[in-house]
């Protein structure tokens, strides 16, 4: 991969008729090189849609990311319920493998009131029950979870980085503004975001930051973190540095954008990328 590659969280909201095959044409007039196919409510796209999908993304050169069903807890207090988010992670594996996506990304668990050790050994032998059912079933796909917004939610990029370590092949999905908000704006500098890159790499391996999985936008916080995104405009979340250290260490791999405003905001951060980088 010789570049990042930016585009939308989903169908960008100027696509008409508004589907998933229609959204790659509209990605493709407006220049941008990703989508990340949203199955947060469901997977619901069948075999021949998603190789359709993947066809014709692979025609415009765009490529494809998966975000699962928010339904996940792999720390769940009812193990039927562990197992149905694990059905769900699959389910998204497997439409998002058809259509030939690279990642698929999902928020992992919730801590309750659970020691935090205790939550990440459950979290990571649901992670290890994945990997074998995705290598059992030939799903060619990687696991990204992601960084959470909310304290509640089990996924620190300490945390993320540690199952990296523990379970090869697993990459975390950095969502920068879950960052910045779950530290109720503290994770706000240049520094800190190459200090993050830096984390990654130096744990997993140069290999990591060649292909990751990464979510941008703006975000409002509260006391317990993330409470919705925003437009860039009325974001304190510096972006720009997160880009500029993004360019700074060579990182490749995917920015998903999940603006309100999706593809106005994406496309700011493909102009941006094109300035720093002199393309």
């Known amino acids: 991969m010789s570049a990042l590659r930016i585009g939308t969280a989903g169908i960008p909201a100027s696509t008409k008729p508004r589907n998933s095959l229609n959204a790659i044409e509209r990605l493709a ?38 975000h699962a069903p928010y ?7 009812e193990p039927e319920k562990i197992e149905a988010s694990k ?8 439409a998002g493998a058809w259509a030939g996506a690279k990642s698929v990304t999902f928020h992992a668990a919730y801590y309750h009131d659970d020691d935090h050790e205790v939550v990440y ?11 074998k059912q995705l290598e059992q079933e030939d799903i060619d796909i990687r696991l990204s979870p992601e960084t959470t917004g909310g304290l509640t939610q089990f996924g620190t990029l300490e945390e993320l980085v540690r199952l990296g370590s523990d379970l090869p092949g ?26 993050a890159l830096n984390l990654v790499r130096d744990k997993l391996g140069p290999q990591a930051l060649q292909e990751q999985h990464i979510h941008l936008s703006g975000i409002e916080y509260g006391p317990r ?11 304190e979340l510096k972006y ?3 880009l500029r250290a993004l360019v700074d260490q060579n990182v490749k791999g995917w920015i998903t954008c999940e603006s309100p405003i999706l593809e106005d905001d994406a496309l700011i951060l493909q102009q941006l990328y094109k300035e720093m980088t002199k393309e």
Do not use: W
């Not at 530290?183 to 190459?194: L, M, R």
């Open 29 to 66: 007039e407006l220049g941008l090189k990703h989508m990340e196919i949203e199955f947060v409510r469901g997977v619901r796209m069948g075999e021949e849609t998603a190789r359709n999908l993947g066809q014709l993304a692979k025609d415009h050169d765009i490529s494809l990311t998966v």
């Open 71 to 77: 339904y996940v807890n792999l720390n769940s207090r």
């Open 87 to 94: 059905k769900r992670i699959i389910q998204a594996a497997t």
């Open 121 to 131: 050994e459950k979290v990571a032998e649901g992670m290890t029950d994945l990997l």
């Open 170 to 195: 697993v990459y975390p999905c950095i969502d920068f503004s879950h960052l910045y908000a779950r530290s109720i704006g503290d994770f706000n500098s240049y520094e800190q975001f190459v200090e």
């Open 225 to 235: 973190g993330e409470k919705h995104h925003l437009p860039f405009e009325e974001t």
């Open 240 to 242: 720009e540095d997160v």
